[in-house]
């Protein structure tokens, strides 16, 4: 408990003096990244500036580069703000004013080469790992640019719900089917501003907009035997409860379910699946609560997924007007998460056709070369992973061409961390050992490699596997 208290002491201390270099700052250079998480962060740190007054500009990126580390290094602004990335970099800025609120794994090399009592006040650091807790379930980048906006000035509680949304786009509630951790605290914040609310349902996607048939076929995390891309199985399903399926001649949605109606749908499925699919199918879904049905943006997961759609596909400032609640990026944003869908489907049914999964003893792997884009293929290697049709006992390794060599994203399954697996280490080392350059969190990580190294590497990451797991 004592620990605790001081623990928490630290993060508070460290939060101020934070809040004070952004309140005192001349102009900010915010650099954030490019997933839902990162442009989540990039709407905090706006919204927190703008209020403020200040002049800042904000700069999306896939991840620290070199150019990156040298924009920071030599940007004219006063103050950098890094959202959702930098923590693997300490060692890389050599500036004062940088303020980093991130949840990646941070750089080992980082206060061991530090010099001097400066050298530690040059940067904030903001992180979780600072403080004993996960970056993978208890706060996401979001979070981290949640805690210091609230810090700078309490009236940006309004922000909590943005924070949600980049926790729950970094699936920082799937372990649980629910927010743990501090995510909990910000998740109650935002209910307490009206902004979010709770409930327990089935987790699929398209509760607000697919007619129910596809509500339950299309949603196969976890798939339902009899039910998952079964049509007339859903058809019987329904039929069978006495539960119609239009109402008025208009096709109903999951949300216009009646309460009795949803739990006796919800009833039947759990009966159909596992204890552990039985965590993964129902659990808590967080509405927002300001957004109409046909936004697509009620649903937390499915504002995350637009998100997504954006800043994968090289236009995160969509995703960032969305943030800042500007409701005529929409058609844009639909634009993008209907190529994002098509472009997710045909890549899993690209791997699937082509049989690309190969095996080793401890990996499995798929290389989609210039079939699957880069900022994308980590999301369908997880998406494969959960799928049920490939092996859940081995972590998945994708790669994918990219500009500057060959990215790889890896993802496992909670079981396998549990038992000591960290993707982390094992992308950050592989790749340094090929020549690149790596990192992320235990359960989903990523790296990039130089091309034609990709059998070596793969070598590499096989010994590192079999070491770690117990
Ligand atoms: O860069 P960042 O930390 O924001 O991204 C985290 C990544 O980890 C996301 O792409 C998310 O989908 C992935 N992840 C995962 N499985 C988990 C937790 C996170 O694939 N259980
Ligand atoms: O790109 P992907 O979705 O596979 O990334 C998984 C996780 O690994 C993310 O948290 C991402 O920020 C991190 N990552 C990293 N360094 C890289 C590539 C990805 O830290 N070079
Ligand atoms: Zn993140």
């Not at 004062?96 to 650091?125: C, M």
């Not at 210091?148 to 786009?169: C, F, Q």
């Not at 709770?198 to 339950?216: A, H, K, N, S, T």
């Not at 006992?393 to 960290?422: C, H, N, Q």
């Amino acid at each position: 408990m004592d620990a605790d208290a001081a623990i928490h002491r630290r993060l508070t201390a460290d939060l101020e003096k934070a809040a004070c270099a952004v309140r005192s700052a001349e102009d900010v250079l915010v650099i954030t990244h490019i997933d839902a998480d990162g442009i989540a962060s990039g709407g905090i740190a706006s919204a927190t500036l703008s209020r403020l007054g200040k002049r800042y500009r904000i700069v999306f990126e896939k991840k620290i580069s070199e150019d990156t580390v040298d924009m920071i290094n030599g940007s004219a602004e006063n103050t950098v703000w890094i959202c959702d990335l930098g923590s693997a970099y300490l060692s890389e800025f050599k500036r004062p004013g940088i303020v980093i609120t991130d949840h990646h794994v941070p750089d080992p090399k980082w206060k061991g080469g530090q010099t001097s009592i400066d050298d530690f006040d040059r940067i904030h650091h903001l992180n979780p790992h600072e403080y004993g807790m996960s970056g993978s379930y208890d706060v996401s980048g979001a979070g981290m640019t949640y805690l210091l906006s609230k810090t700078v000035d309490p009236e940006n509680k309004d922000l909590a719900y943005l924070a949600v949304v980049g926790a729950v786009g970094d699936l920082q509630d799937n372990r649980e089917s629910r927010l743990i951790g501090f995510n909990r605290m910000i998740l109650q914040e935002a209910v307490s501003t009206g902004d979010l609310a709770v409930d327990e349902d089935i987790r699929y996607f398209g509760r607000d907009y697919r007619p129910l048939i596809q509500f339950l076929q299309y949603g196969n995390d976890p798939p339902i035997p009899g039910v998952s891309d079964n049509g007339p199985g859903c058809n019987a399903l329904f039929s069978g409860l006495g539960i119609p399926l239009r109402k008025g001649g208009e096709l109903r949605t999951w949300r216009d379910l009646t309460a009795d109606e949803r739990r006796s749908v919800s009833c039947r499925l759990l009966s159909l699946v596992d204890d552990d699919q039985k965590k993964r199918l129902f659990g808590e879904i967080y509405t927002i609560t300001r957004y109409d049905s046909c936004t697509g943006l009620k649903d937390v997961k499915e504002f995350a997924t637009v998100l997504n759609s954006c800043g994968r596909y090289d236009d995160a400032e969509t995703g960032l007007r969305i943030c800042m609640g500007d409701m005529t990026a929409l058609e844009d944003a639909e634009r993008n998460r209907s190529d994002h869908r098509k472009h997710i489907s045909s890549a899993i049914s690209y791997i699937k056709e082509n049989r690309l999964l190969r095996e080793r003893r401890f990996v499995q792997y798929f290389d989609a070369g210039p079939e699957i884009k880069e900022t994308v293929v980590g999301i369908v290697a997880g998406m494969l992973l959960n799928s049920g049709d490939v092996n859940k006992v081995l972590p998945i390794f994708a790669f994918a061409e990219a500009d500057d060599g060959v990215k790889v994203s890896a993802r496992a399954s909670r079981a396998l961390t549990d038992r000591g697996l960290d993707l982390s280490f094992i992308m950050k080392t592989a790749s340094e050992i090929v020549g690149g350059y790596g990192g992320g969190h235990k359960v989903a990580a990523g790296a990039t490699i130089p091309t034609g190294k990709e059998e070596e590497f793969l070598d590499i990451v096989e010994d590192l596997v079999s070491s770690q797991i117990i």
